[in-house]
C-alpha cells in the first residue's frame, strides 16, 4: 500500500438495503492491487523548478483536524470550512480574516455545503445539521453515513449518502421532501460523489451514471452512464462517480472510481467521449481542456471536445496527488508533501512550485476570483494568488 493513503473496507448499514461500504481514507488508493503489494512505490523525486510565472502566499489560517472528506465552499467574498471537531468557520477571501465561527459540538463525516445564508454539515451520528447565519437551526438524524458535502440551494438541503440515495430537505423546518435511491448495487464507496446544480436541475451521481433530477419533486429527468470497467468481482466493478467534477457551459465532465473519464452534454443527454483511465481522485476542466491524474498519478490532459491527448507527464509520479484545479493559464496540484505544483495547461510544463506544511494536501484545491486555497492535513490554511 502507498505509503500516502490508508483504506479501511468497513460493513455498513445504509438505507433501503444492507451492502457493503468501502471506504476510503486519505487519498485513497491508486489500486486494490498496491494494498497487496509488497513494497511500496517511491515519489518521484522534485526536479529543480525555475519560476515562470509569479505568485505568493497572501495569508494562513488554522483549521484544526479537517474532515477526512473535507471540501471547502466558495460563496461570494468567503470561503466556508468544517472541521473535524465539529467547528463551521468563513474566511475573507482578500484577507484571511474569520468572518464566522459556529462550533456544533459534534464530530463531522463530510464537509460543508453553503448558499452564504445556509450552511449544512453531517456528523458522524448521521446528524444533517443546519446552521443560519451564525446559529444553528435545526439538526436531524439521517438514516445513513454521509461523505458527500450537502449541497444547499433553493431554500432546500440536497445529501448523498454513501450508498448514493439522494434526498432533499427544507431549509426552514427541516421536513424531508423526498428521496431518490440508488439500485441495489451490493458495494457503496465511501468516498465524495458527484452532487451539484445546472440550472434548474440537479445533477448527481449513482453508481457510474449522473443522474438529472427536478430538484423540487425528486423525479429523474434523464440519465446518462459512463463505462464502467468488467471486473471479475463486484470490488473490480465498483465505478461510482466521485468529486470534484467540472462543469464548462452545458457539458459536465467527471471521474467514474478506478474505470474512466469522460464528458457528458447535460441538455441533450448524451456522452460525448470517454476514455479508459484508472484513478479515484476527482477532475478538472476549462473550455479547451480536461485534466485528471491516473493511480499511479501520472498527468492527462485531453482536447475537451473530442477527448484526444494533449499531453501526459509523469514527472510527479506516485506523489500523492490531490484532484487538480485550474486557475488561469495554470493547472495545479497539489501532493502528499504539501506542495502545490503550477503547471502550464496546454503544455503540462511546470511554471511554478509553492509549499504548504509537510503534511499533504487534505482537500480539493478550490478558488475564488484570483485567489486559491489549499487545506494541509494537519488543519493549516493557505491561500496563494498566483500572477
Known sequence: MSAHATARPQVGRSAPARRWVLAWAGLGLAALAACSSPSKPTPAPLEAVTAKIAG????????????????????????????????????????????????????LSAGVGSDGRYSAVVSDNND????????????????SRVV????????????????????AYDVLDARRLWSLARSGEPLALAQAGLLLPYKDTLLAGQGSRLVAIDPLTGSVRNEVGLPAQ?????????????????????????????????????????????????????????????????????????????GDIAWTSERLRNRGLSAPLVSGSTVVFG????????????????????????????????????????????GGVYAFRPQ
Open 230 to 306: 468488467r471486473g471479475t468481482n463486484e470490488v473490480e466493478r465498483l465505478a461510482d462517480l466521485v468529486g470534484p467534477a467540472a462543469r464548462v457551459g452545458d457539458v459536465v465532465c467527471a471521474r467514474a472510481f478506478q474505470s474512466s473519464v469522460g464528458c457528458i452534454q447535460v441538455e441533450r443527454a448524451v456522452s460525448v467521449w470517454t476514455r479508459t483511465f484508472g484513478g479515484y481522485q476527482g477532475l478538472a476542466a476549462d473550455a479547451d481542456f480536461v485534466f485528471a491524474a491516473d493511480g499511479s498519478d501520472r498527468i492527462s490532459a485531453w482536447k475537451r471536445a473530442s
Open 335 to 378: 501532493d502528499f508533501e504539501g506542495w502545490l505544483h503550477f503547471l502550464s495547461r496546454d503544455r503540462g510544463e511546470t511554471l511554478l512550485r509553492l509549499p504548504t506544511d509537510s503534511s499533504g494536501i487534505a482537500a480539493p484545491l478550490v478558488r475564488s476570483g484570483q485567489t486559491l486555497l489549499a487545506v494541509s492535513r494537519s
Open 56 to 107: 505568493k502566499q497572501i495569508w494562513r489560517q488554522s483549521l484544526g483536524e479537517p474532515v477526512a472528506a473535507l471540501s471547502v465552499a466558495v460563496v461570494g467574498d468567503r470561503f466556508v470550512l468544517a472541521s473535524r471537531d465539529g467547528v463551521v468557520l468563513s474566511y475573507d477571501v482578500a484577507t484571511g480574516a474569520e468572518r464566522s465561527r459556529v462550533a456544533l459540538g459534534v464530530k
Open 148 to 167: 458527500t458535502a450537502p449541497l444547499v440551494a433553493g431554500e432546500r438541503v440536497f445529501i448523498q449518502m454513501v450508498d448514493r440515495t439522494i434526498q
Open 128 to 143: 444533517l445539521v443546519l446552521i443560519d447565519g451564525a446559529k444553528e437551526r435545526w439538526r436531524i438524524r439521517l438514516s
